[in-house]
Structures are given as C-alpha cells and as structure tokens.
C-alpha cells in the first residue's frame, strides 16, 4: 500500500487528503481542512494565497509519511512572480471586476469566432486570456517575470521548481487543443507574452521534491516527491467518474456545475460556440467538452445572506414546494458576482413575469429547479453538437450530497445518474500519482477501482421529461 497526499482547493475551502492505494483498493481520509476566504482590499478581490499556503503545510503535517503530493484547484487565476521569484502581491479572484468591458477589447483585435476556433475555449469573463488583457498596463505585469497558475505557484513553494500543467493551461484560452500546445499566433495578435508561463508539464510528470524546508516544517522525511496532476480541480474530477464505459457524461458539482462529455478530440464549430461550449484538456489526450454553469454558488450565497440555516432542514422543505413553479438561468453572468443573492434571484423571476420566490424554501426550489435544467440543456446541447449520445448521467463532487437535485437533475435528463464519488478531484488527484509510480493501470483500470471501491448512489428518473421541456421553452422565451 502507498500513501498519496491530495492538496484540493476549491473556491470556498481547501483540503489536504491522504489516499492509501493497493492495485485492489481505494481508501481517502481527510487530513486537513481549512477555508479559502477572498479578501475585498482597496484595489478590488484577492485570494489569500499566503493562507492557502499555511493550510498546505499544515495539512501535509498532518498527513503524515507519504509517497508522494499532488496538488490541485480552481482554474483560470495565477500570481506572478519578480525576477527573484518573489510573488507580486496577491492574485486577483477571478470574480473582481477588472475584466469588465475587457472581451470587446478582445474582439477587436481577434473576432470571438477566430477566438474559438484557435482555442475552443467558451466565452466567460474571467479567462486568463482577459485577465491579462485587463493587467496589460499595471505595474505588477510590468515588473512580471514568471507567471505561474495557482497549482503551479503552491508547488513551486513546495520544490522551488516552476512548471504550467497542462490541464490548467487549458483554461487560459491561450492553448491550441487540437495540438495541444501554446497558441502562438494568437498570443502574438493580443501581445501576451507566452514567455511568463514556463514550460508545460503533463499529468504524471515529476514536478520537484519537496525542498529541505519544507520537509522541517510538515515533520516529513524526504526526499518526497511531488507529481503533477490534472492541476485543474475538474479534470481531476472527470478522472474519478466511475464510468464503466463511454456512452455517460458527467457534471462536477461544487460551486460550479460543469457539465458535459469526455472525448477524443475538440469541437470547434460555430454551433458549439454559440452554444458557449468549452474544450478543456483532460488525461490521456482526451477532451473535457463542457459548459460551466453557475452551481451550488447560488444557494451558498443565499444561505450565507440567511445566517447559515440548517442546510438539511431547508432542503427537506424545499422538496416540498411545488416544482417548476419559477426557474432562472442557472448560467447567466448577473448571478457571478458575490451579495444579495435572494434579493437577485427574486428580480429574475419577477423581471421575467414568474411568481417570485418569497421564502428561504421557495427560492431553493427555485435554485434547485433552475440548476437541474441547467444540467438538461447541457446534457442535450453536448449530444447533439458531438454527435455523442450517452445513456447515464454520472454526478460527482459536492452536489452529490444533495439527494434532491441529484433526483432532480436525473428527471429533467429523464436519465439515469450515477452520484458519487464526493471527493471525486481529490480521488482523481490520488490515483494520477499511483499512476505515475506504477500502483494502477490505465484511465479505464483507474475508473474500474473507483466503481468497486467508492459508494455511489444511483436515481431513477420519474415523472417524465415533459414539465421540464416546458419549462426549458418557457425560459428561452424570456
């Protein structure tokens, strides 16, 4: 048995979790576990990535002896660094406001359909691509002389090694998915340049070894390496849908719902963009093609604007208020930034002519409602634009806690859905490194331990799809 250490941050919260692998088994235990709160500073929305940090050594403390450290998180944010190697401040959340009015910008200079066709990457504000074109005149960028992506920063102070996994670069709609590589014609129409980021690395590549520091501070005893992952949190999720074959898609659910396909290769059509379809890279040469969807971060906020009520108890009442009574676009940019969630949703529905949710209950109904036809249309929309049917819906992350929208989301598919695993980035983080030092098999061998190890829960649709093909016609109408 070897022991893996899974450092998994997510939007709101980070974890470090140890797996404990044999070629037959598959055990994962929490470490570690600590919050990932933005900080709103003078200058707009930063990441306390020194706190990141701090929670990363605390958790690999407590982890104890390990054969190895993965690390992976959210996409698309980066800190820069001095010609030092010092960091430049904190790194911008992506939710800041800085990216405003910046894709017509972009446009300009390479029209939204080039822009796809170069990097198959759907359109959302914050890509690395605007972000960057939002920075062009800071001061910060000026003094820059190494960009590295979050992941990639955590481990670089873990091994003093620098490196952009692939999966993350994926995400900053500066890579060709068909090559797989940097898109360098298109780097030098926006004047980015590619020489901040260093060279790329795969999953499974070797990424350093934990520095002599470090190893004093966490108790270790080195040499321990660190092995790059599928550094974005959702490629290391679709590595853990237990899939037992290749007709599924899957939705990774947390703070944001992406949902989709795996496939062989990108889908660059026009009909795909306009659908705002993303063609992320995955393990093994594969293609997460998906559409991020707003998520659980819908109700996180409104249970933050509530004071934090019981969340099972306002879940068992919403199950009880009649469904589809109200439905918003799970999808749509007004619901990005953070504040007055219930009071938003609320205006949707009343600016859309709905009855307007007035309790905590009803406006989860209609959160629920709204997410689970957010995962239809996707669903649907993925099938048809790759010419890929599936037969089962696998749910994984953190929404399959949530028995009711798993239920839901299998009647609006009027599909089967697979929920589990929970810690699915985490799991997919542990088994890329027993991949990489020889523990298990291929990326089928490693779905195949997951189905007989982890419990998974499964949810029969019921009712029919109808209502919710209404509903579907009713919001595009609006």
């Known amino acids: 048995m070897k022991s893996y250490a899974a450092v998994d941050l997510g ?32 200058e707009g929305l930063r990441w306390d990535v020194l706190g990141l940090y701090a929670g990363v050594l605390e958790g690999l403390r407590a982890a104890g002896r390990v054969d190895s450290v993965g690390i992976d998180s959210w996409a698309v944010d980066y800190g820069l660094l001095d010609a030092d190697g010092a960091l430049l401040g904190n790194p911008v959340h992506y939710r800041d406001e800085r990216t405003q009015g910046v894709a017509e910008k972009v446009w300009a200079s390479v029209p939204a359909t080039e822009l796809y066709a170069a990097t198959g990457l759907q359109y959302a504000p914050f890509n690395t691509l605007y972000q960057l ?32 996994e692939l999966t993350n670069a994926s995400t900053t709609q500066l890579i060709d998915p068909r090559t797989r590589d940097w898109s360098y014609d298109l780097a030098a129409r926006l004047d980015i340049d590619l020489g901040l980021f260093p060279p790329l690395r795969r999953p499974g590549d070797a990424a350093g070894v934990l520095r002599p520091a470090v190893l004093e501070e966490t108790g270790l005893t080195g040499p321990v390496p660190v092995t790059a992952v599928g550094s974005h949190d959702t490629a290391s999720a679709v590595a853990a849908v237990p899939a037992t074959g290749e007709r599924f898609a899957y939705i990774c659910t947390g703070t944001w719902s992406l949902a989709g396909l795996e496939l062989d290769a990108p889908v660059l059509t026009e009909d795909s963009r306009a659908a705002n379809f993303t063609n992320e890279l995955g393990l093994d040469g594969t293609v997460r ?17 509530w004071g934090d009520p019981d969340l099972g108890g306002l879940l068992r009442e919403a199950a009880t208020v009649p469904a589809l009574r109200s439905v918003v676009d799970a999808g749509d940019a007004a619901f990005l930034a953070p504040g007055r969630m219930p009071e938003r949703i609320a205006e949707a529905c009343r600016a859309s002519g709905q009855p307007v949710p007035g309790t905590p209950a009803e406006v989860t109904r209609c959160i629920l409602d709204s997410l689970a036809l957010a995962h ?28 009711l929208l798993c239920q839901l989301t299998a009647d609006a598919c009027g599909l089967p859905v697979v929920a589990g695993p929970t810690e699915a980035a985490a799991l997919g983080n542990v088994l890329v490194q027993a991949r990489a030092h020889g523990l298990v098999g291929d990326r089928h061998a490693m779905r195949a331990l997951l189905a007989r190890t982890q419990p998974l829960t499964r949810y029969e649709p019921q009712g029919g799809t109808g209502r919710w093909r209404d509903a579907q016609a009713r919001l595009a109408q609006r």
């Open 289 to 305: 093609y998906l559409r991020n969807i707003m998520g659980l971060w819908l109700l996180q906020e409104c249970v933050r604007a």
């Open 133 to 164: 074109t939002a920075a062009r005149e800071s001061r910060q960028l000026a003094h820059a002389r190494r960009l590295l992506m979050i992941p990639d920063l955590l481990s670089y102070w873990l091994t003093g090694e620098q490196g952009t």
């Open 376 to 403: 239809r249309r996707a669903v649907e929309d993925a099938q048809r634009l790759a010419d890929h049917p599936v037969d089962v819906v696998h749910i994984v992350g953190g929404g399959t806690r949530n028995a």
């Open 11 to 42: 939007a709101s919260s980070g974890r470090v979790m140890v797996g404990r692998v044999t070629p037959d088994s598959l055990e994962l235990a929490e470490a570690h576990r600590f919050p990932n709160r933005p900080v709103r500073v003078p």
